[in-house]
């Protein structure tokens, strides 16, 4: 049962376009949802972070957006740079760590 | 340089035999993780610590072990129980359970024929 859904398996953008990368989420009770960047042979790492109080994150290039009504919530990354193709996982969680619940993720290429 | 390793990068096995895998961080993290992720999948949890000497069974439990013997170490493993061990493992850590942000290491493909 996926709780977190990441539906583009894939994404491909031009080098200073927006690249959106989109998950939406089942579980009503998540509070804190975070994207995690993945290269290949690495792991993932930490990108940018929301909680359920708030509907926008911004961390310089990075922004996180969340509608709680629709259980939905959005990466955007202005503008887009090659160094930015990863592997993008979406991530929600309720009181614990041990709540947490990963999307499949989404595959960002940016093209020069 | 603080972080997570993971040991092997890659692992084969034979069917029926029991493999551990390694994971050590030296960030004096509290809680630990092991993750499964499988092609099309979200990572799923298998197993988390919150301190030494304690461990809690995840979601997919079933056919691993594992073991926090000191604060470092996590190791997990993998039973002849598992009934489909080939995937790619990532452990991870956080300062505490309910700190969201997870470390995580660079994984371990492990393929079981």
């Known amino acids: 049962d996926q709780q977190v859904k990441q539906n583009s398996p894939s994404l491909s953008v031009q080098e200073g376009r927006i690249s959106i990368l989109n998950c939406d989420y089942t579980n009503s009770m998540f509070d804190y949802f975070l994207w995690y960047k993945k290269y290949p042979a690495e792991g993932p790492t930490f990108l940018i972070s929301?909680?359920?109080?708030?509907d926008k994150n911004e961390d310089g290039r990075f922004t996180v957006f969340l509608n709680k009504s629709a259980k939905h919530l959005s990466l955007h990354i202005v503008p887009s740079q090659p160094g930015d193709s990863a592997v993008y996982f979406c991530?929600?969680?309720?009181?614990?760590?041990?709540?947490?619940?990963f999307g499949a993720g989404t595959r960002l290429t940016v093209k020069p | 340089d603080g972080g997570i390793t993971q040991s092997p990068k890659y692992l084969f096995r034979k069917e029926g035999q029991n493999v551990t895998l390694s994971c050590e961080q030296n960030?004096?993290?509290?809680?630990m993780y092991w993750y499964r992720q499988d092609p099309g999948q979200g990572l799923r949890l298998i197993y988390y610590?919150?301190?030494?000497?304690?461990?809690q069974k995840g979601d997919i439990a079933e056919g691993y072990s594992v073991s926090r013997e000191k604060k470092e170490s996590f190791p997990l493993t993998v039973t002849s129980a598992q009934k489909n061990p080939t995937a790619f493992y990532l452990c991870?850590?956080?300062?505490?359970?309910?700190?969201?942000?997870?470390?995580f290491g660079p994984g371990t493909r492990l393929t079981v024929t």
């Open positions: 991530a929600a969680s309720g009181q614990d760590n041990n709540d947490m619940r």
């Open positions: 929301i909680s359920s109080i708030k």
């Open positions: 610590s919150q301190i030494v000497n304690d461990f």
């Open positions: 960030l004096n993290h509290d809680a």
């Open positions: 991870a850590s956080s300062p505490g359970l309910a700190n969201y942000e997870q470390y």
